[in-house]
């Protein structure tokens, strides 16, 4: 077993992180109809947060994982395809079937043999889920974006190709890449999901501040390349 410090909460107590193969599931039953109970807000954060695990699996750099790679990218543009349904009252059988298995199938280690991953949005975001209070995929929604802008250039070959084969964009790589970003945020945005910390009242230079003290503390490094610091 693994214990991961994630962070302190307000007062002051640490909130530990396991996990274990020991509690891993060896068969789940995927049931749709245990989802019709759930608010829309938790039907857009579940979306969300699948596509993100997809995302930092998939969006890194070539390392010749030509089937990881479209198996990746069918499940996020099966995401892409069924989310509006996957949110409609009352509930839709078949998109709600659709995303329990995206979401499975997003995170059972499957996707991600003998490929870099890059965990830096999901670090960030239990930082911040402390700090605020926020659902996990709220904030997961707000960091995306941003860090593949900032970290374009390492992943513009993954992004072109996320651009063209998800959204069906053309032309040169890095105009690709920047619109491939645009493109997934708007998706967000379409399902009601914001992706900055204004639209829920957080002051983005003080939460920068408080994950940058925590990082430095705990001598974080974060990234597919290990190049992204406090």
Partial sequence: MRLIRRSTTRCGRWIVGWRSDAVFPQISILDPTTTYSLPRKQIRNGIVDAYVHMMEQYLTYPAGGVLQDRQAE???????????????????????????????????????????????????????????????????????????????????????????RGWGLTGAEKGVADEAIEKMSDFFHCIGMPTSLASYDVDLDEAAKKVRARFEDRGVVLGEHHDILP
């Fill in 74 to 164: 069918a499940i996020l543009m099966m995401l892409q395809e069924i989310a509006a349904d996957a949110l409609k009252s009352p509930p839709d059988y078949d998109a709600r079937s659709s995303l329990m298995w995206a979401a499975s199938n997003a995170l059972n280690k499957l996707i991600n043999k003998g490929v870099p991953e890059d965990w830096a949005t999901h670090t960030i975001g239990h930082e911040l889920t402390v700090f605020y209070g926020l659902a996990h995929a709220e904030i997961l929604a707000v960091i995306l974006p941003h860090l593949f802008r900032a970290n374009k250039t390492q992943k513009l070959e993954k992004l072109a190709k996320y651009g063209r």
